[in-house]
């Protein structure tokens, strides 16, 4: 109300002035005086172009106002114009206007980078796309999944994981699947989960990834670990009285035979007593050599936990190849040692890594053994990520692709005289390690196994 009776006071008296000037004007031209009536209508021109501004200036701050609130610019500002109490406040209450606005915008700003910074650094891969596939978001844990440095559309994935491109356009909002996403060595086990919104009227499709390869893995080793130990200890308590009463047996027998040593015909207690020491003693053999075999997977449930430490890798590699230097020369094998850089360094367990890289050399030798041309390279280097990789490769038969699933299985092998206890050991040493183990065969071409250390 006082904005207004101001607003009326100004335009009053600036129609008065008009009025009163417009009148002199009418003066000076009845008294013929041509100069003055030209001053007047100058001033009077200016009077009226000055109401007409007043008048409107209000109008051209509302307009600038809302025309910065529908583009959302709240640069430019509201500043006294200089034409009275009554604009001042206007332009003053649009000048808080726009900084409020401008604190909300900023506030809204602020917290939809908190939010993309908590989206980028979750653990969880997080892919949103709309119907027609296209990515609107994608955090840095799918990007790693996924392999790709940038994703613009869902379908440009069909190229390496066609499987997973259609699993991801069919999957229904809230269920579950698991997809196997395999590139060269790496593979991964992909849990995916689909969940579906709309924002103004357009629909969205946000997909959730996790590798639980390492989980299954895990879980895998805790089953076999309790079957181990229950068999073992099963076993252990029958064979121990077995072979501990063949022992006792073939003593008794052993001195009734010291006492009894006259001669007789065939097929005499003599013979007998013979026939039951053998027996005995296959009995006991075979007792010792069960529980040999049993000791031995109980020791891969029985592995230390790591004690770390600062390793060179030359150093190490520098070692086993010493332990192993008969047997390579032995089968004529070329076999390479490589650390690049020479200065690289592990942060590990080096008794524990030291024993799994026996194991894998071991096998690589034994599989090119008596081979033309057999060749077993060990080398050490940073991947991409910036982790240690170490290989073991050889150019022997390979493994077939029905066994790469099975072969860190525990008890299962491809060897005549194999155990089935080397590889699970090495896979176990890994995870202490908080890292993992792959291999990648062509038959008859090449097998590499990779330990990576993340």
Not at 27 to 55: K, N, T
Not at 175 to 203: N, P, S, W, Y
């Given at each position: 109300m006082r904005r207004t009776r101001r607003f009326r006071v100004q335009a009053v008296s600036r129609v008065l002035l008009l009025?009163?000037?417009?009148?002199?004007?009418?003066?000076?031209?009845?008294?013929?005086?041509?100069?003055?009536?030209?001053?007047?209508?100058?001033?009077?021109?200016?009077?009226?172009?000055?109401?007409?501004?007043?008048?409107?200036?209000?109008?051209?701050?509302?307009?600038s106002f809302l025309e910065a609130v529908r583009y959302a610019d709240f640069s430019q500002s509201f500043v006294p114009t200089g034409l009275g109490p009554g604009y001042e406040e206007l332009h003053k209450a649009l000048a808080d206007i726009s900084a409020e606005f401008q604190r909300t915008r900023e506030?809204?700003?602020?917290?939809?980078?908190?939010?993309?910074?908590?989206?980028?650094?979750?653990?969880?891969?997080?892919?949103?796309?709309?119907?027609?596939?296209?990515?609107?978001?994608?955090?840095?844990?799918?990007?790693?999944?996924?392999?790709?440095?940038?994703?613009?559309?869902?379908?440009?994935?069909?190229?390496?994981?066609?499987?997973?491109?259609?699993?991801?356009?069919?999957?229904?909002?809230?269920?579950?699947?698991?997809?196997?996403?395999?590139?060269?060595?790496?593979?991964?086990?992909?849990?995916?989960?689909?969940?579906?919104?709309?924002?103004?009227?357009?629909?969205?499709?946000?997909?959730?990834?996790?590798?639980?390869?390492?989980?299954?893995?895990?879980?895998?080793?805790?089953?076999?670990?309790?079957?181990?130990?229950?068999?073992?200890?099963?076993?252990?308590?029958?064979?121990?009285?077995?072979a501990s009463l063949a022992s006792t047996a073939m003593d008794l027998i052993s001195s009734m035979a010291g006492k009894d040593r006259r001669p007789g015909p065939a097929g005499s207690a003599g013979d007998c007593t013979e026939d039951i020491q053998a027996a005995l003693l296959t009995i006991r053999r075979r007792s010792q050599g069960l529980m040999n075999f049993v000791q031995a997977y109980r020791r891969l449930t029985l592995i230390p936990r790591p004690k770390f430490k600062i390793v060179p890798l030359s150093e190490l590699f520098g070692r086993v190849e010493k332990l192993l230097e008969g047997r390579i020369s032995e089968g004529g094998i070329a076999f390479v040692s490589d650390v690049d850089p020479k200065s690289l360094e592990l942060t590990a367990d080096p008794e524990l890594i030291e024993q799994v890289l026996i194991n894998l050399l071991l096998n690589a030798v034994d599989a090119v053994n008596r081979r033309e041309g057999a060749r077993v390279e060990l080398k050490a280097l940073m991947d991409a990520r910036g982790r240690v990789v170490i290989t073991i490769q050889d150019n022997g038969p390979g493994i077939i692709p029905e066994a790469m699933e099975k072969i860190f299985v525990p008890f299962f092998t491809t060897k005549k005289d194999g155990s089935g206890i080397g590889l699970s050991f090495s896979r176990q040493v890994m995870r202490l390690h908080h890292g993992s183990i792959r291999v990648h065969s062509e038959p008859n071409v090449q097998t590499t196994f990779t330990l990576s250390f993340y």
């Open positions: 009025c009163a000037t417009a009148a002199a004007v009418c003066a000076a031209w009845i008294a013929h005086s041509p100069v003055l009536s030209l001053l007047l209508c100058a001033l009077l021109i200016i009077e009226a172009f000055s109401l007409v501004r007043y008048v409107e200036s209000s109008n051209r701050a509302l307009a506030a809204k700003e602020e917290q939809y980078r908190y939010l993309q910074t908590i989206l980028q650094h979750v653990g969880v891969g997080l892919l949103s796309f709309r119907s027609d596939g296209h990515v609107d978001l994608i955090n840095s844990a799918a990007k790693r999944l996924l392999r790709v440095a940038n994703l613009v559309n869902i379908q440009s994935l069909g190229e390496v994981h066609r499987p997973l491109v259609e699993t991801l356009l069919t999957l229904k909002p809230g269920e579950r699947t698991l997809v196997r996403l395999a590139e060269h060595e790496d593979v991964a086990q992909l849990a995916i989960h689909a969940t579906e919104f709309k924002v103004r009227g357009e629909k969205y499709t946000l997909i959730s990834l996790q590798d639980i390869r390492g989980e299954l893995e895990e879980k895998e080793t805790e089953a076999w670990h309790s079957l181990i130990r229950v068999l073992t200890h099963e076993i252990m308590n029958s064979m121990t009285p077995i």
